[in-house]
């Protein structure tokens, strides 16, 4: 049984999660920020993976994810928030206040609820992938294709996203190889007549990345390719990898409690408004289009403002 009832309990961390507590603790709401503690949900989110971030603003020189992070939970601290690193196992939105219950067992209550838990990129599960993430291999054109003018880098997937990185990598690397599984894209025509225009870019087809090297170099040499017609291996080289085989949202724990999309996005109106009043969403867990630190901080700032609103409409209401 819960003790205390919170204003405000903030579901993940990482720039929304964090950015929704400065503005919330700003407002006096006193958030807990309950801040995940697994791969999935990892304290600080995605850019604890991330090496050198030089498009967030306000750090010319950049600076490292896990440094940024610790300086907006340092934030987040000054203003009153409490952090604490567990996971949320179980929710109950139906009855107010809020229940939400963790790992360790606890039960916490809420009067709203922001949910800034984020999404994973989906990776191919090599062990040479995980040891050279953020040291050639990336999920993410946008973050780190600067780090590769002039290269040679290879992108896999066969859909819009993979196109899309694809196309983005082009403005700054020398060439761009898309290894597809099949023999055909699953990508939209209009992507696939873009990237087939584009002299940067061709294809490998019917091709499955086996390995990743080289770990031992502490960086991307080449990238070992199978053949699925024939079995065949060979070692391409390159660059750098850039894994573009979709996103999974870290929402399996809100199924059944909170209105989702097909592929399990929380469904928002009005910018991070959940299907629950009092229940709002901000940064990856609902953004399936652009997934940047620097727009989850601001849906996490929306997310804060529109918590603090919500409670004071309810205390009127008394």
Same mark, same amino acid.
């Given at each position: /049984?819960?003790?205390?009832?919170?204003?405000?309990?903030?579901?993940?961390?990482?720039?929304?999660?964090?950015?929704?507590?400065?503005?919330?603790?700003?407002?006096?709401?006193?958030?807990?920020?309950?801040?995940? +503690?697994?791969?999935?949900?990892?304290?600080?989110?995605?850019? /604890?993976?991330?090496?050198?971030?030089?498009?967030?603003?306000?750090?010319?020189? $950049?600076?490292?994810?896990?440094?940024?992070?610790?300086? /907006?939970?340092?934030?987040?601290? @000054?203003?009153?928030?409490?952090?604490?690193? +567990?996971?949320?196992?179980?929710?109950?939105?139906?009855?107010?206040?809020?229940?939400?219950?963790?790992?360790?067992?606890?039960?916490?209550?809420?009067?709203?609820?922001?949910?800034?838990?984020?999404?994973?990129?989906?990776?191919?599960?090599?062990?040479?992938?995980?040891?050279?993430?953020?040291?050639?291999?990336?999920?993410?054109?946008?973050?780190?294709?600067?780090?590769?003018?002039?290269?040679?880098?290879?992108?896999?997937?066969?859909?819009?996203?993979?196109?899309?990185?694809?196309?983005?990598?082009?403005?700054?690397?020398?060439?761009?190889?898309?290894?597809?599984?099949?023999?055909?894209?699953?990508?939209?025509?209009?992507?696939?007549? @873009?990237?087939?225009?584009?002299?940067?870019?061709?294809?490998?087809?019917?091709?499955?990345?086996?390995?990743?090297?080289?770990?031992?170099?502490?960086?991307?040499?080449?990238?070992?390719?199978?053949?699925?017609?024939?079995?065949?291996?060979?070692?391409?080289?390159?660059?750098?990898?850039?894994?573009?085989?979709?996103?999974?949202?870290?929402?399996?724990?809100?199924? $059944?409690?909170?209105?989702?999309? @097909?592929?399990?996005?929380?469904?928002?109106?009005?910018?991070?408004?959940?299907?629950?009043?009092?229940?709002?969403?901000?940064?990856?867990?609902?953004?399936?289009?652009?997934? +940047?630190?620097?727009?989850?901080?601001?849906?996490?700032?929306?997310?804060?403002?529109?918590? +603090? @609103?919500?409670?004071?409409?309810?205390?009127?209401?008394?």
């Amino acid at each position: /049984m819960a003790e205390t009832i919170h204003d405000l309990i903030i579901i993940g961390s990482g720039p929304a999660g964090y950015t929704a507590a400065i503005y919330a603790g700003r407002a006096n709401l006193k958030p807990l920020v309950i801040a995940g +503690q697994n791969a999935g949900g990892a304290p600080g989110g995605q850019l /604890m993976l991330t090496s050198d971030v030089e498009n967030f603003p306000g750090f010319p020189e $950049g600076i490292q994810g896990p440094d940024l992070m610790d300086k /907006m939970r340092g934030q987040a601290e @000054r203003f009153g928030a409490t952090v604490i690193t +567990q996971d949320v196992t179980k929710v109950d939105f139906k009855k107010k206040p809020f229940s939400l219950e963790t790992g360790s067992g606890k039960t916490y209550a809420a009067r709203s609820v922001i949910i800034a838990t984020g999404a994973a990129a989906k990776w191919l599960g090599l062990e040479s992938e995980t040891k050279l993430r953020g040291r050639g291999v990336s999920a993410c054109a946008t973050c780190d294709a600067a780090f590769f003018r002039d290269q040679r880098v290879v992108v896999v997937g066969g859909g819009d996203s993979a196109l899309e990185e694809a196309l983005f990598l082009t403005r700054f690397a020398g060439h761009v190889t898309v290894v597809v599984r099949r023999d055909s894209l699953r990508a939209s025509q209009i992507m696939q007549d @873009r990237a087939q225009k584009n002299k940067k870019i061709d294809f490998l087809w019917n091709s499955e990345v086996l390995e990743i090297n080289d770990p031992a170099a502490g960086r991307v040499t080449g990238v070992v390719i199978k053949n699925s017609q024939d079995n065949a291996t060979s070692e391409f080289k390159t660059d750098g990898v850039f894994i573009a085989i979709g996103h999974q949202p870290n929402t399996a724990v809100f199924k $059944g409690a909170l209105k989702l999309d @097909r592929v399990g996005y929380l469904v928002t109106t009005d910018i991070v408004k959940t299907s629950v009043e009092g229940v709002f969403a901000a940064g990856d867990v609902h953004d399936h289009r652009y997934r +940047q630190a620097v727009t989850a901080a601001g849906f996490g700032c929306a997310a804060a403002l529109e918590a +603090q @609103r919500w409670l004071e409409d309810q205390a009127s209401n008394i």
